[in-house]
């Protein structure tokens, strides 16, 4: 069974045929919100939407452990993350869909390891590699099977929020390699990484990150989203149906 972890804007899954919901307590507290258990496809799945059902949580407000600690207990073999993100390089225009190859962590404060406490080893996880390479791959066929174009690997930069970035604060981003900009994806790979669990991003560009695509200030396309929510959708169906 492949979890998915939803984003902004995806507090739900039109596509998945649900069979039941299930609230799950953790020893890192509670998950964002109840599971959802149900087929993608035919294929078992369970879902849980990031910032809460209602999108109440801020990024560095989730507690990112109890959701994958909940996913990996209840059976996940691997992790499909959803998010939005700001686009950086020139050809990661609003409305592509991104499977990143890398990260960059500029998040703080946050709840980023399983393995703290007097109780615990201490642990250093191998994060080469942040992605799991065949899920990326099946991502990657998926998209071009849904007749996606521009899909890319990218480098993506997780900053702190919940404040969108300054354009000298982005172009500090893009100095340092990176291609897209979002808020939630650390520390939720490396957890995925410590409990060994294949992770992988399908990542939606909903907008020119600040100082970006020639405009003054940071501005969303609802028609943009809306298309890049329904490719996303395909891609997961034709992730699920291979
Ligand atoms: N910056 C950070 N996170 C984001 C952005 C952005 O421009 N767009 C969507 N998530």
Redesign the pocket.
């Known amino acids: 069974m492949l979890a998915i972890i939803g984003g902004?804007g995806l507090a739900q899954l039109p596509v998945l045929d649900v069979t039941h919901r299930q609230v799950v307590r953790t020893p890192y507290g509670d998950p964002s919100c109840a599971l959802t258990f149900g087929k993608l496809s035919g294929q078992n799945v369970v879902f849980i939407a990031r910032h809460g059902y209602g999108h109440s949580l801020a990024p560095h407000e989730i507690n990112y452990r109890a959701n994958l600690w909940a996913l990996h207990n209840q059976g996940a073999k691997g992790v499909i993350a959803i998010?939005?993100?700001?686009g950086i390089r020139p050809d990661m225009a609003p409305g592509r869909l991104v499977v990143p190859h890398d990260i960059i962590d500029y998040s703080s404060g946050r709840k980023h390891t399983f393995f703290e406490g007097p109780e615990r080893p201490v642990v250093h996880a191998e994060f080469t590699s942040p992605y799991d390479a065949d899920l990326r791959r099946r991502l990657r066929e998926a998209i071009q099977r849904s007749g996606i174009s521009g899909v890319h690997d990218g480098v993506y930069a997780c900053?702190q929020?919940p404040r969108?970035?300054s354009a000298a604060e982005v172009l500090k981003l893009e100095r340092d390699g990176a291609d897209i900009?979002?808020?939630t994806g650390m520390p939720e790979a490396a957890l995925a990484r410590e409990l060994e669990l294949p992770y992988a991003h399908l990542c939606l560009v909903?907008?020119w990150?600040?100082g970006k695509g020639h405009q003054r200030k940071?501005e969303f396309d609802p028609a943009v989203a809306a298309k890049s929510v329904q490719d996303m959708m395909n891609t997961l169906q034709s992730l699920f149906s291979n």
């Open positions: 902004s998010g939005t993100v700001g900053t929020g969108l970035e900009v979002g808020m909903s907008n990150a600040a940071v």
